[in-house]
Nanobody
Framework: QVQLVESGGGSVQAGGSLRLSCAAS????????MGWFRQVPGKEREGVAA????????YYADSVNGRFTISQDNAKNTLYLQMNSLKPEDTAMYYC?????????????????????WGQGTQVTVSS
């Protein structure tokens, strides 16, 4: 099975920045819709951002739009999430996922059920 490994999480002060990385074991980053999700205890996993290989479109949750940027480096088979102006409510376990479709779509990019491959997650903690 394809392996996805997240890194870059940690503890930061509110207003700080982190860059999460998702290293893939193959070239799936250049072939599939890729997404970032997050989850906190007691809540369902939610979509944060997605990158559509076919269209080049990016998608963001309203709560992070303008602060987070998703990107990918096909040569390195790596997906990134640049997180700026972090808030305590951004605290969560962050997961990388691959859709297996060539592109992302507005009606499904944020749905857990649309993704096939998942990483193990990396913890992000933002203190006030």
């Amino acid at each position: 099975q394809v392996q996805l490994v997240e890194s870059g999480g940690g503890s930061v002060q509110a207003g700080g920045s982190l860059r999460l990385s998702c290293a893939a074991s193959s070239n799936i980053v250049s072939r599939y819709c890729m997404g970032w999700f997050r989850q906190v205890p007691g809540k369902e996993r939610e979509g944060v951002a997605a990158f559509g290989t076919g269209s080049g479109r990016t998608y963001y949750a309203d709560s992070v739009n303008g602060r987070f940027t998703i990107s990918q480096d096909n040569a390195k088979n790596t997906l990134y999430l640049q997180m700026n102006s972090l808030k305590p409510e951004d605290t969560a376990m962050y997961y990388c996922a691959a859709d297996r479709r060539y592109d992302c779509y507005s009606g499904s990019w944020s749905l857990v059920t649309a993704y096939y491959y998942w990483g193990q997650g990396t913890q992000v903690t933002v203190s006030s």
